[in-house]
């Protein structure tokens, strides 16, 4: 290309880039000439490789760009994290990158392995143009995800799709240990030979299993009942159990997933991070599942931040409006706080069943289920038809 078309090509970049609406990222067609199937880039530029193939990145490897300066996922350069660019939930890394935090690699999100039990990582594509083994390219981006799980584990289903566990099943697992579908994770399980291979303390081997041996419920521990000699877990309302599951014939009760389909059952969805099926008949119609006393229902908060400005969580979930803002709004000598109007405790700080005292305000402060759906207090306990506990 001669001296005049060089500058004629440059200028015609300039307006470009002046131009609404254009920018880096913007491909022209190709100048008069020109072969029509090149792929035209801004100066600077070139052509991406992996899943940036066809497309024009300014970088990369980090070599391509600056001092204190990545080539980022999508073959920018930007500045090392850390300082004027935080990583807010994610934390900071030694090659200048954001990551998300670890433990082990079913922590991490999908495609991604766990580092050192600190961060999860991608591999990322060569200047030749290939993921590493084990990794292939992500369409949109210079990164690999994992296409091959590290020895001794094995690609997830349902919640932990795309993710890397150590089990689906019992049989991923060694001898005496058994799959938490929870978890995606071997433990020791409560099959046995004699007492040795029971680890647990208090437990003893009875026809080929670990149990906690007992005669009466004051035998066993908190939220057990002795069942048939054992103590077992039992419960007696939703709030008893874990988030997602439901109290059934004393029981905590959660499907599981089908692995194959990777689906749940009517009334039950996928829980992220987990192979057990989460209640929720709710979602699809715009509700979120009760808790505490409305554990079987629908409704469309359980706090106060569930609704919009201005609204507050009544007791049966439902968004009202405040019942006020300022004092004035209360009568018979009640205060606002938070939206609610709050009576004085009685003689000796007394206040309902379903109330608190607070001390320095000496207002009766209703007790309600948290979002996790138990009662805060000790003591408390859901009443039914209300997200409010009231005094055992």
């Known amino acids: 290309m001669d001296i005049v ?14 131009l609404p609406g254009c920018g880096r990222d913007w491909i022209p067609g190709p100048f008069a000439g020109e072969d029509k199937d090149k792929l035209q880039c801004l100066p600077g530029d070139r052509e991406g490789v992996c899943g940036m193939e066809g497309r024009c990145v300014e970088c990369i490897t980090d070599e391509d760009c600056q001092l204190r300066e990545v080539c980022s996922e999508r073959g920018r350069c930007e500045p090392l994290c850390g300082g004027d660019n ?13 990551h998300p935090t670890c433990d082990l690699h079913m922590d991490c999100p999908p495609g991604m392995l766990c580092k050192d039990h600190r961060y999860c990582y991608r591999r990322r594509c060569t200047q030749e143009g290939h993921c590493p083994d084990g990794w292939e390219p992500i369409e949109g981006s210079l ?33 005496l240990f058994v799959c938490d579908p929870e978890e995606g994770m071997c433990h020791r399980g409560d099959e046995c030979i004699n007492d040795s291979n029971c680890f647990t303390p208090g437990t003893v ?56 389909l990777g689906t749940c059952p009517e009334g039950w969805r996928l829980k992220e991070h987990s192979m057990v099926c989460k209640w929720d008949h709710c979602s699809e119609r715009g509700l979120m599942p009760g808790a505490c006393g409305l554990s079987r229902t629908c409704v469309e908060c359980i706090i106060d931040s569930h609704c919009q400005p201005g609204y507050i969580c009544s007791d049966v979930g439902e968004c009202i409006h405040q019942e ?15 939206g609610r109007c709050l009576r004085r405790c009685g003689e000796g700080g ?43």
């Not at 990583?87 to 954001?98: P, V």
């Not at 206040?351 to 007790?367: H, I, K, Y």
Request: charged letters at 25%; aromatic letters at 6%; proline letters at 6%.
């Open 205 to 260: 081997c009875r026809e080929g299993w670990c149990i906690h041996p007992c005669t009466a419920d004051t035998d066993c521990g908190e939220n057990e009942g002795c069942r048939e000699g054992r103590c077992k877990p039992v419960c007696r309302y939703d709030v008893d159990c874990p988030m997602g599951y439901i109290c059934q014939d004393e029981s905590c009760y959660a499907p599981l997933c089908d692995q194959e």
């Open 5 to 18: 078309s060089q500058c004629w090509r440059t200028a015609v970049w300039i307006l470009i880039l002046a």
């Open 86 to 98: 935080p990583c807010g939930e994610d934390e900071c890394q030694m090659d200048g990158l954001c």
């Open 324 to 338: 006020c803002n300022e004092n004035i709004r209360c009568g018979g000598g009640d205060i606002c706080l938070e």
């Open 143 to 175: 990164a690999c995800r994992v296409s091959k799980c590290p020895y001794d584990w094995t690609f997830g289903t349902c919640g932990f799709e795309g993710r890397c566990v150590m089990c689906n099943q019992d049989g991923d697992c060694p001898y």
């Open 350 to 392: 007394v206040c309902e069943d379903t109330e608190q005292c607070n001390l320095s305000a000496r207002r009766c402060l209703p007790v309600r289920c948290t979002a996790d759906g138990t009662c805060p207090l000790e003591g408390y306990e859901p009443v039914p038809g209300s997200l409010r506990c009231g005094i055992l």
